[in-house]
């Protein structure tokens, strides 16, 4: 129910643990997709390439389908993988997590392929500002739905609240989505050790879109994951 706290909420030592040692295999497989990736690669390429890397790391499995967007196709934030090839100036977003010892992880970054234009930076700043201020406000005793206007309200502000067309974030622990839900109404109050996501994003239809995301410890500073949320640029 809205606004309780119940145990599966809040995670056990081991169970955070659990939760680290996936998101540190999805950090590497993060890394080992900046090496290799290159021009020509479809989006399916990629995806397939990230389910292999993420099963020789020991995960499990896959908390859920990898998403790898490029250019256009970021403009859905559930966008299915594609035989879409890569091009120099397209922004490419890859969202997904591994399940270790029963637990999932969660991560999203989004990177450059070439240099891109002012309007792609423009977006990329703003988005990745929001997650930096959404991160600073994650502590424990915060009520969800105001966490999420930290993230809302920055990208209205910048002129494209209407294009962050989902949540800020969701818990993360045996499922890839529970509670507490990080939105619009949500009556639910961050407790100590809970896992949640702060992923704000702008969605621009037909052209392109940006998402970051990580998973924060509450009570914890700073996000999970050790990859930076500064853009990067491949250039190969």
């Known amino acids: 129910m809205d606004g309780e706290i119940n145990s599966e909420m809040v995670k056990t030592a081991a169970q955070l643990k659990a939760i680290e040692r996936a998101a540190q295999i999805i950090d590497d497989t993060y890394e080992a997709v900046l090496a290799s990736v290159k021009e020509g690669d479809s989006e399916k390429d990629i995806a397939d390439f990230i389910e292999e890397f993420v099963l020789m790391q020991g995960a499990s499995g896959l908390s859920f389908d990898t998403i790898v967007a490029f250019a256009e ?102 499922l890839i989505h529970e509670a507490p839900r990080i939105g619009k109404g949500s009556e639910e109050t961050l407790a100590k050790n809970m896992v949640i996501t702060i992923e704000p994003g702008i969605y621009i239809a037909g052209e392109m879109g940006v998402r970051i995301e990580d998973m924060v410890i509450v009570g914890k500073k700073g996000p999970v994951s050790r990859i930076p949320t500064e853009l990067i640029i491949v250039n190969r």
Request: overall charge negative; aromatic content about 10%; proline content about 2%.
């Open 73 to 174: 196709g970021g403009a859905e934030p559930h966008h299915v993988p594609t035989d879409k090839k890569l091009e120099k100036g397209m922004l490419v977003t890859i969202d997904m997590g591994a399940v270790y010892d029963g637990f999932c992880s969660d991560f999203t970054r989004t990177f450059a392929f070439g240099e891109i234009s002012d309007k792609q930076r423009e977006v990329y700043d703003i988005v990745y500002n929001a997650q930096k201020l959404g991160i600073a406000a994650t502590k424990v005793g915060v009520n969800c739905a105001n966490l999420d206007a930290v993230c809302r309200d920055y990208i209205a502000q910048h002129g494209y609240g209407d294009k962050f067309i989902h949540t800020t974030g969701h818990g993360v622990g045996k």
